[in-house]
């Protein structure tokens, strides 16, 4: 592979400053990532990418998320192509919406009823909006520097969003009991809902498994105060759990949102709720042009399917395990203090006294010249294509990633 | 064709019952439809819908628009494969992000630049943020009745939405420059923007072409004002002008919200900006999990391709007319008093004197009897796949429909 010519890569982004603002936006825009990150992607098969030059890299970001099983993982292909051949956004939904809302409602311990959206953040809205609707009451928690989407509420970077849209969230500390305790007092009898993602899964930061204290007294203050707890699954779903990812700490929310991995890259999100919060689904008025679309939906049941036969939990753990052991023990060699942290299957990596992560830019940077897309600062995802094979070539580039920056 | 074996259809709805709220949400409930219009369907096909059952049926809603040139039509769903078979959500866009974006910047004569999103929803959230962004202002002013989308601001069933969140929404009445110029002078400093629909494409009344003289106001208001003027093409988009369908009127918006139509039913949404807006642009941050899928965006470079080969427009207008007309006479030999308001190639059709749409829904279910699936009080939508032959198929029936409704 020679980075070098990367001719189209640099032609596309000359082209795209003039018709996309600021050449790309949103999470996928490269602007924050080390020099030398492509920004256009020219096919995709298994864990691996091939960027606008050609140059193959093993992937560990999986889309962001949406790629659980594989891109074109051959099932889920199939599913999609045969609901393509007879339709997909119609006059109405296809049998096929009443089918997949049966299995997720079976697959998912807490819910009872499911609606399908589009973006991660119809569905983390919609939860608020129900929590809302049910509870007539107002107040939001969420933790300081959780990512809940992009709307007017939650979006990080508010340019253009009256105060107003956002007056109704109070924040806690994740994992911090007491700062949840002052925050429920804060809001008082408007209080309406917590959401929370299931672990602390912050960008730039350290992440941190959720305390099981901690999520058991979300669920308890949120039924003394009759308010709804929410567990925005968007990002982790069906990493940790073929289920709510809170359902192996037993604490069931009322609601969780749902995106990105539910299809493979297939658009669709969802929220799915309890018997208590249906009314209030029932009382709103939500919905969206391609909602209703049924190829999204057929290739979430085979994504389903496929984790009735394999245990794809267990598969990206295991995976997860030997790359983090391998780093560590790098790491430790080459004399560098790594910070690995969140669930293996979703790691974060970054450097110890490293603010501006110049040592973790480098290093990504390194990885990258040898075929491994790593991520230098958001938490990175593994997926059933991702094999051994894949790890321990994956492990050799960062060993020699280690000496380059050490040198 | 046998309505009444529809047991596909009820056993659907009890399955739904159970497992979404209410059984279904959103523009694509038939809850407000007549008894007998079905839920759910089967198959698509050019202009033609099967539903569960296997009724087929002549479909002039269009997938509620998205459906242009006909369901699984040839060009575009070869691109989608082909872009399918290399890749769809990656951990980046692919190249054709920038071919479509340049495109459409070439289509759409306003517009400099381009961002993709998912959801109509998605698009006129952008704009108006865009015009908040840039103005530093927060009032955007909207027709009374105008729909714009389903987002807490937006949404005309506004359970669990804070008042705050509509807070700045100043209403006018569509056409009317008086009203429009009181709502300027009420908002007085705080006039961000206008966001206007091209047309007046209300749900259960008659709709309207723009007055041109107000349209022009709309543009001097937002200029004399330094606010920005936000043209919603969701709706109406490439059926009535191959750019914004105020292009033939001469009037320029800063920003037009685009949806449904962009791609044949393959799910992207897009707002359009000037050269004046785009720093607002560049300040935000929004995005999604799907935004940068590539299928959507080879699929909406197909549309255009098709659009300049055939002209799509005049297409639906020369079937638009022959329905209308073909209507006219009917009714007027039946004796009935029909509104047929709005395009002909998006008619608008309700009965004088009908305030509860009792004629109006016996008509439409005669209609639908005979295998015409025609909308009771929503704007109806046109597309290349319909035919001459098709036109006349559903005059025989509509006649039919009349006769029997007269009795």
């Avoid at 962001?64 to 393509?84: F, M």
């Avoid at 006294?353 to 040898?370: F, H, M, N, Y």
Wanted: charged share 25%; aromatic share 8%; with cysteine.
């Amino acid at each position: 592979m020679n980075r070098a010519t990367n001719s189209r890569e640099v032609s596309l982004r000359e082209r795209a400053k003039r018709v996309i603002p600021a050449g790309m936006y949103g999470h996928q825009s490269v602007a924050r990532l080390p020099e030398g990150y492509p920004q256009f992607f020219e096919r995709s098969e298994g864990c691996r990418l091939w960027d606008s030059d050609g140059n193959e890299l093993i992937d560990y970001m999986c889309a962001y998320g949406p790629n659980l099983l594989g891109y074109h993982h051959p099932a889920v292909e199939a599913a999609a192509a045969a609901q393509q051949g007879k339709g997909d956004a119609m006059t109405g939904p296809s049998d096929v919406m009443v089918d997949y809302a049966e299995r997720l409602v079976d697959t998912i311990g807490h819910a009872d009823w499911a609606v399908f959206t589009k973006n991660g953040s119809d569905s983390t809205s919609a939860c608020i909006q129900v929590a809302r609707a049910h509870t007539g009451k107002h107040k939001i928690l969420i933790a300081e520097g959780s990512y809940h989407g992009a709307s007017f509420w939650s979006t990080p970077r508010p340019s253009g969003v009256p105060d107003d849209d956002r007056r109704h969230l109070v924040r806690f500390q994740y994992n911090n009991i007491e700062s949840l305790e002052q925050a429920v007092a804060e809001v008082a009898d408007d209080f309406s809902g917590i959401l929370v993602t299931p672990y602390r899964h912050d960008a730039m930061v350290d992440n941190a498994a959720v305390d099981v204290a901690f999520a058991h007294r979300c669920r308890e203050l949120a039924d003394r105060h009759d308010a709804v707890l929410i567990v925005d699954d968007v990002r982790a779903g069906f990493r940790m759990a073929r289920d709510c990812s809170w359902a192996g700490i037993g604490v069931e929310p009322d609601l969780s949102a749902w995106g990105k991995v539910l299809a493979n890259g297939y658009p669709i999100s969802a929220h799915l709720g309890n018997e208590r919060v249906r009314p209030a689904a029932e009382s709103m008025f939500i919905t969206g042009s391609y909602w209703f679309a049924a190829v999204p939906m057929a290739a979430g049941l085979a994504v389903l399917n496929v984790m009735d036969e394999v245990d794809v939990v267990a598969h990206v753990e295991g995976l997860g395990t030997q790359l983090r052991d391998g780093l560590a023990e790098q790491a430790n060699r080459h004399g560098f203090d790594l910070h690995q942290t969140g669930p293996v299957q979703m790691p974060q990596i970054l450097f110890a006294d490293d603010p501006e992560r110049k040592t973790g830019d480098a290093w990504c940077l390194e990885c990258l010249k040898r075929g491994i897309y790593l991520h230098p600062w958001h938490n990175m995802f593994l997926s059933l294509a991702h094999t051994e094979a894949d790890i321990a070539q994956t492990l050799d580039v960062t060993d020699a990633a280690f000496a380059s920056i050490r040198r």
